[in-house]
Structures are given as C-alpha cells and as structure tokens.
C-alpha cells in the first residue's frame, strides 16, 4: 500500500465492461457483409432464443428497455390520471416511460436490507386510481413476487416488471419477467448481456404482444420489415401511431450469442462477489444481503453503503477515491426523489422515502462483471481496503494529538492488518 495508485492511468479498469468474443464479433461482421443492418431474420432468432430462455411465448426485441417500459405502459391501457406505483431506487428511465403514457407515478419505498419495493409500503399507496404496479428487481435480486401479485389480483391491478438488472433472476424456480402482463429486459452496455443498446419484452397476452410490436415500429402491421426480404414486396398497414423503438439485426447478431454465454458468465459473478464478501467482511461497510432462500440473484451489481460514521468518509469522497487509484466505480442510483425535476413536477421530498434517500446516499457499486480477471479482482479489492484504511486513518487522527507514540502505534499496527490480509487474498 503506496501512495502510488493502485493501477495506472492506461489501466483505468472500466466500470461494466462488457464481454465480447470472437463468435459475436465474427456474427457482426457477417451481419455487415450481409447488407441487412436494420430489423431483420437476426432479431427475429434473437426473440425466438429469448423467449425460449424464458419459457415466454411472446419476446419482442426492441431498442432500450426504456422503450419496453413505454410500450408495455401502453399495451396496458393506461390513461391520463392513472397512477402506477414504483420504486423510488430506479433509473429514470422507469418514471419517464410512466410520465410518456400520460399516467401518474406514486413511489412506495423500500426494504433497508434488500433495497426492492416494500409490499407494505405499495399497499399503503394503492388507491382507487392506482392501475399498476412496476417493481423494479434492484441490482439482480427478485422482488417479493408473491406479495405483489397477491395485491394486484386483489386490487385488478396489472403488472410491468423492470427486470433491467434481472436476466439470470428467478423467484421460486420462476424466471423475472413471467409474474406480470409485461416484463422489461435491458441490454445496455453494461448489462448481464450486452447488444449496445437494447431491450427486451415479455409480454403473456399474445393480442398485447402484436400491438407492442407494431407500435416498436411506427405502428405498422407486422412483420412489415419482410417486405425487403427475398419474399417479395409486401404492402403493410399503418395500425396506429407508433414509435421508433425497432432493434437491428446488428445489435441481435451481439444478443445471440450473449445468451449462449449467459449462464458462464453468470457463474464467473457469483465468484465475483464472493470473493469481495470473504475480502471485505473485516471492513466498516455494509455489504450486500445475501440471496433470499428459493430466489436466483443475477449479481448484476455488487452494491456496498458507506457510512460516513462508520467508514471514516462519506460516498462522494470514497468514489473520487477510488477514481484516483484508476478503478472505474458507480452509483446506483441516488433516489428519485433528489432530482429537481421531480421534485418541481410532483412534490416529492427525499425524506419521505427514508430507506431509498439514506440507500442513494451512501451505495457505490464496485465492478462486476464477467470480463473481470483475477489481477482485476485483487486491484479492486486491494483499492476498497487502501481507500478505507486512509480514511479511518485520517479520521481518527483528527481525534489525537498529532505525533504520540500511542496514536502512531495504532495507524501502524491498523496498516500492517490491512496490507496483510490483502497479501493474503493475492496468494489465494
């Protein structure tokens, strides 16, 4: 442990790189020599592949899962004054698409330990506007699936779930994005599979999945892009207004071959955040909870609260901290209701939803993903212990004398402790 930074600036490690190989940048390139970028027979194999992962009879690929939240909105025939209860530890993108169909979003807090959507907490905001439930399955780990369809089948409520973090997730031995009318899949970037951009829909009624599908593609009849294909010409149909929201078959050429990886890569991030559990269980952090009995975690991220009482520096200086040792971090997500917009068009205040504002607050995300190799790993981990030993160091240092031999004793002995055990953890 130097003052030197834990790697070098060429190194910077990313944040959420993705994993790609040889077979789908080979299925790219065919798709380019191919001529046929746009909505094709690849995105047509990637739903079907989908679907099948899902055991769902009705995938449609689209362009974001922001998308897929505000086609599924409006396949549920939400109107102006409807209200839609969610979670207020999202992204954006969630509230927007409820604002994009003219409904109303009520936000319900969470749980403190699983960081999901209370049940108690939806049932206290259902009222006789109230026509859907969104649950968002937060950093891969399932909602209380049973407590939340158990309220929509007695309030008739619909539900849309955000399963942007939840590939892998299952609840019960039932996959995410089965419970509801609709679920919604990110392939962003960053996610579990990666196309670039991209989204997902599940949807359980087939009439709502041809409306979907038509209105992914400016409201034309289905299947319109066929009318380039070696079929012939075909005329199509204007159905209704729609949207861009199509996929190409140069992101389903990258999807295809994602999903086949989808349970290795898994499986490298289960090993992932194990090891951070056994690396940081000794530091002033609250770790993620464990997996709850019967549920699948997707370990999409790896979420730890600093506690400025406890870790001796609040969130923002742990995340430039870490920044300067040249290791990409993130933040998911200050709550909803910190954002001016927000509080300016619905009133909302961060302290009344106190779970989700002291979550925001406080959560880094610390990389995960699949591409990580073991040095990565032993950098990260070795950056978390560095930063943290720093900190506490200074903080306790601002409560002695300055030069006691009593007060330098215990920095040194507390730096020996930590440099051994990340020594430790390299020789493992």
Not at 385 to 399: E, F, I, P, W
């Amino acid at each position: 442990m130097t003052n030197s930074p834990i790697r070098s600036q060429e190194e910077f490690l990313v944040f959420g790189a993705p994993v790609i190989e040889a077979a789908e940048i080979e299925e790219a390139i065919a798709t380019l020599k191919s001529g046929w970028l746009g909505t094709g027979p690849k995105v047509a194999q990637f739903e079907r592949d989908f679907g099948v992962y899902k055991g769902a009879d009705n995938a449609i690929a689209v362009n974001s899962c922001g998308a897929a939240l505000h086609l599924s909105l409006l396949a549920a025939s939400l109107q102006p004054g409807d209200e839609v209860i969610t979670s207020p530890l999202t992204f954006c993108a969630t509230i927007n698409a409820i604002t994009h169909v003219g409904a109303t979003p009520v936000l319900a807090d969470v749980d403190p330990v699983t960081m999901n959507i209370d049940p108690v907490q939806v049932q206290a905001k259902i009222t006789p506007r109230t026509k859907a439930i969104l649950p968002v399955h937060f950093a891969g780990r399932p909602c209380d699936m049973d407590a939340l369809c158990n309220l929509a089948l007695r309030y008739g409520l619909k539900i849309i779930e955000d399963c942007a973090h939840a590939i892998e997730t299952e609840y019960k031995g039932k996959k995410t994005g089965t419970f509801g009318d609709f679920g919604c899949f990110s392939f962003y970037a960053t996610k579990n599979i990666c196309t670039g951009e991209g989204g997902m829909i599940l949807a359980r009624n087939s009439e709502d999945a041809t409306r979907i599908r038509a209105l992914s593609l400016h409201g034309i009849s289905k299947d319109a892009w066929k009318r380039f294909s070696e079929e012939g010409y075909k005329h199509y149909q204007v159905l209704e207004s729609g949207f861009k929201y199509n996929m190409m078959d140069l992101q389903a050429a990258l999807g295809i071959h994602q999903l086949k990886q989808v349970e290795s890569r898994w499986q490298r991030r289960q090993e992932i955040w194990q090891h951070y559990n056994c690396a940081f269980a000794d530091l002033p952090l609250v770790l993620p909870a464990k997996p709850e009995p019967h549920t699948r975690h997707a370990y999409h991220l790896y979420p730890v609260l600093i506690d400025e009482q406890k870790a001796g520096c609040d969130r923002d200086t742990f995340l430039n901290a870490m920044t300067a040792e040249n290791i990409g971090v993130g933040v998911h997500y200050l709550s909803i209701p910190e954002y001016d917009y927000y509080q300016q068009r619905f009133g909302w205040q961060p302290e009344d939803y106190p779970q989700a504002m002291r979550i925001g607050r406080q959560t880094v995300s610390l990389p995960l993903s699949a591409k990580l190799t073991r040095q990565d790993e032993l950098d990260v981990i070795q950056a978390v212990r560095k930063v943290l030993a720093s900190s506490q160091t200074h903080d306790t240092m601002r409560g002695e004398k300055r030069g006691t031999s009593e007060g330098q004793g215990r920095h040194i002995v507390a730096f020996n402790q930590q440099l051994s055990t990340v020594n430790h953890l390299r020789a493992v």
